[in-house]
């Protein structure tokens, strides 16, 4: 059942990925030639897009992947992103990019981005380029790592503010503790602003921070949940036999888009919380002299982490989740009853708890700006037989703010 349940789970994400090529967005490619050719590009991350520009001109049926140097350069619609084929030297290698064009003026902002670094170049218009470097706690694996970013960022630093010296104003931007996208789109422009002389404006390309923004969204939830198989820790039961029973679930989550991932697809985490219930099983137990009946309660809390895609645009539009959860279980009670005699026998033991995996299906209907949702799913214990074998069939209702 373990393996099945991660083959399963393998192949939602394999099918979610491989059906995510492309998130496309309306705008426009520049060739070699100086020729515009509008259509719709892959909105994709960052890091993707510094490498290639998946591109399906209008009136054509399939996306054409152009890489740096192949064409001069790709824009989205309403003043979104604009990259730009450039050479630029990163870590000692120098290669062509497709490079974030931030700002253009008398000095010019571009950004390249990787999975764990994003670099900007500051080029002034006599073509001297001081580059900075802002590298996630990621890509240091020791402490010799963290030292080494800290003394590159001092260095880039230094290097960066000599370039800026004609205002004062931008270098004082650079000695603050903030330097996001934002605040160094605002360096550059402050430069430009102090050293222009003929009042033109530096923002012909001018980077709009929503662009990058991640749209996170809170969720309330509720569901009703029946257990085929839910076995407790001192029970003697034998390996095919299980406890079953309902209970009921409330909770609350957070979703984040990720269409530049994964299109129609978002990452959810969520934390549930289940009062307690009773589970019960009628049986005649290993070493008993008669039928009896154990009745086996708990309250529990289940946090979850995966990931939501949706099909389609429409007003409804279909589901798939999947991801792993971690159960912990309250106030484990156990009771046994014989039919001749009464209680018997109780058992308590202190809290309990495994980790398991959950994959199901559903649909999303819009309600205004926010969504409510409708989803089957099934939850599955990855512990050994004897130490958990929970399988759980949910039926949970969802408004998403």
Not at 69 to 98: A, C, M, P, T, W
Not at 190 to 212: A, L
Not at 243 to 256: D, K, M, N, P, W
Not at 301 to 324: H, M, Q
Request: charged residues 25%; proline residues 1%; negative net charge.
């Amino acid at each position: 059942m373990k393996k099945a349940v991660l083959i399963v789970c393998s192949l939602f994400f394999g099918v979610a990925l491989s059906m995510a090529q492309t998130n496309p967005k309306p705008g426009y490619i520049v060739t070699n030639e100086g020729d515009t050719i509008r259509g719709m590009v892959d909105f994709r991350t960052n890091d993707i897009m510094s490498k290639r520009c998946d591109f399906q001109a209008n009136g054509e049926g399939e996306f054409k992947t152009y890489v740096p140097g192949e064409i001069r350069s790709f824009r989205f619609d309403h003043n979104g992103k604009y990259f730009v084929s450039r050479r630029f030297e990163i870590n000692g290698d120098s290669q062509l990019y497709f490079a974030e064009f931030m700002v253009e003026g008398l000095m010019n902002l571009y950004c390249i981005a990787d999975k764990y670094a994003e670099y900007f170049f500051f080029e002034r218009e006599d073509g001297e380029m001081a580059q900075l470097t802002s590298r996630s706690l990621l890509s240091s694996s020791s402490i010799e790592d963290v030292k080494g970013d800290l003394e590159e960022k001092k260095e880039q630093h230094g290097k960066v503010k000599l370039l800026l010296q004609d205002s004062w104003k931008a270098v004082e931007d650079m000695n603050k503790t903030d330097l996001s996208r934002k605040q160094l789109v605002k360096t550059v422009r402050d430069y430009h602003n102090d050293v222009c002389t003929d009042g033109s404006s530096c923002m012909i390309y001018e980077y709009k921070e929503e662009s990058d923004r991640i749209r996170t969204h809170l969720k309330a939830f509720a569901g009703y949940d029946y257990y085929s198989h839910e076995r407790t820790v001192f029970q003697d039961l034998g390996a095919m036999e299980n406890y079953f029973g309902s209970a009921f679930e409330v909770g609350l989550g957070i979703e984040t888009d990720i269409e530049r991932v994964i299109k129609n697809g978002s990452l959810e985490v969520g934390l549930a919380y289940s009062p307690k219930a009773s589970f019960k099983h009628e049986v005649m137990v290993k070493g008993g002299h008669e039928p009896s009946l154990t009745v086996y309660e708990k309250s529990r809390l289940i946090f979850s982490a995966g990931v939501v895609k949706r099909f389609g645009n429409g007003k409804i539009t279909p589901l798939v989740r999947g991801g792993g959860c971690y159960v912990y279980n309250m106030g484990n009670t156990e009771s046994r009853y014989y039919m001749s005699h009464w209680i018997v026998e109780d058992k308590k033991w202190d809290n309990t708890a495994h980790a398991g995996v959950y994959l199901g299906g559903g649909a999303q209907m819009a309600v205004g700006k926010h969504c409510a949702r409708l989803h089957a799913d099934v939850y599955k214990s990855l512990e050994a037989l004897s130490l958990g074998n929970m399988v759980k069939w949910s039926l949970t209702a969802e408004f998403v703010l």
